[in-house]
């Protein structure tokens, strides 16, 4: 039973939260810098990660990097559904007030935004970190310290975008959060 409940749990973390993560990415990415609203090079990217994983995935299947106890498994579990639960707030936190192809939305600094700059990205990067540490894979560690650089580039260049359109609000709304 537990082999069973952490296979589903890699395979969700694998082959359905992370291919909606790079996604969501690439189609946020593609209109940073192009100001295109495009679906089907994201799609295709998703797709072809999915592949990369499974193929990555089934030979390294038994490479573990950590050892995970008990202990260890049921807190790295409950931190993925933290994760997902603040990935949940904060997109609906954000789309019932900020749209970025609308030139007209607010800043959003309430809710969640009051304390973290970046929680969608923030709950992705836990999610990650937590999955490796539910099961030590190599796998999981190699996805968390991609996603972690890729995320570092996205948030610079979504950054100088609501500098340019908040301005000084942007930046002193910046100034006291983390990430």
Known sequence: MQLLVEDIVEFVALFVYIPIIVFWLTKHYLFLKNNKNT???PL???????LFLYYFYS????IIVIES???????AFLMMLV???VDIIAITQLSLNFNIRNKSTKLVSTGIYKYLKHPIYLSHLNFCFSSFIFNGRFINLIVFICWFFAYFLITKLE???LIRRFGDEYINYSRNKIL
Do not use: C, D, H, R
Not at 69 to 75: D, E, I, M, R, Y
């Open 39 to 41: 679906i089907g090079f």
């Open 59 to 62: 030979s390294t299947k038994g």
């Open 83 to 85: 994760s997902i639960l």
């Open 159 to 161: 950054e100088q975008e």
């Open 44 to 50: 295709l990217l998703a797709l072809i990660f999915i």
């Open 69 to 75: 106890n008990q202990g260890l498994k049921v807190f």
